[in-house]
């Protein structure tokens, strides 16, 4: 089993950055790549960042320029960094670990984008 406990989310203005963590615990030995989603309301789940464990890196368009994944293996922890934030990005922001057998979810950190 692997645990995901997000953070980092909040309230900010349009053209701000926040930057999100998402800590891993358990069995991270079988984690094989690691990912950020986000649902806004109404809206189906959608990949935001991704980074495999060689650290190759994977973004939408939507977020590319503007988002940064990176992980800090020592602290077995994942971060988003967001910057030039559009209220387009309002969202529930939810950490990924891809395991050897299945998924693994955190339980989400809101991120509000508005003046």
């Known amino acids: 089993q692997v645990q995901l406990v997000e953070s980092g989310g909040g309230l900010v203005q349009p053209g701000g950055s926040l930057r999100l963590s998402c800590a891993a615990s358990?069995?991270?030995?079988?984690?094989?790549?690691m990912g950020w989603y986000r649902q806004a309301p109404g809206k189906q789940r959608e990949l935001v960042a991704a980074?495999?464990?060689?650290?190759?890196?994977n973004y939408p368009d939507s977020v590319k320029g503007r988002f940064t994944i990176s992980r800090d293996n020592a602290k077995n922890t994942v971060y988003l960094q967001m910057n030039s934030l559009k209220p387009e990005d309002t969202a529930v922001y939810y950490c990924?670990?891809?395991?050897?057998?299945?998924?693994?979810w955190g339980k989400g950190t809101l991120v509000t984008v508005s003046s």
């Open positions: 990924n670990a891809e395991g050897v057998m299945r998924d693994y």
């Open positions: 358990g069995s991270i030995f079988s984690i094989n790549a």
């Open positions: 980074i495999t464990s060689g650290g190759s890196t």
